[in-house]
């Protein structure tokens, strides 16, 4: 078990590096990861960023919510109130979904599902919830219905048998 101890020890080591130093509260890559709680799949590690170069939002599956969608609402805000207006330059929304995902496992529990995605249960089918590569174009068509024209938005599959991603769906702008 990792214990407070062991977490204080290691950000000590973190703190004496001192790579935290300067960063900024917008990620310096202009970039967005959304995927999942999984520990094999972290954003940083599998995509290769470094600290302060993207933003990551995690939740099951990676799944792109109606409560993932306020969360970039109130980042939105976040960066309104920093900044004065809405981010500028190339913004990049990734949707990383992964293979073996826990959330196919959750196919059995579709009250539970209908709830997660604030669906009636009958509309599950729509969600692709057992096919990473459907449910990445599933995500980023609702991403491009509700981001402001201008963004780019991408879908990415992690395969945790090879370590390696697909680009499913290849940045595209968001049209008005």
Sequence with gaps: MIDTDELAKRNAGFADGGSFADLKLMPSGSLTVIGCVDPRVAP??????????????????????????????????????????PRSGHVHYAVLHHTDCGITDLAAFPELLADYFEVPAGDLDAKAVTDPVAAVRVDVEILKGKLPAGVF???????VATGLIDVVVPPARVEA
């Design 44 to 85: 940083s590690d599998v995509l290769g960023l470094k600290l302060g170069e993207a933003a990551a939002i995690r939740n099951v599956g990676g799944r792109v919510t109606p409560a993932t969608l306020r969360t970039l609402e109130m980042l939105s805000k976040v960066v309104q109130a920093r900044t004065g207006g």
């Design 153 to 159: 938005v991408s879908g990415l599959v992690y395969d």
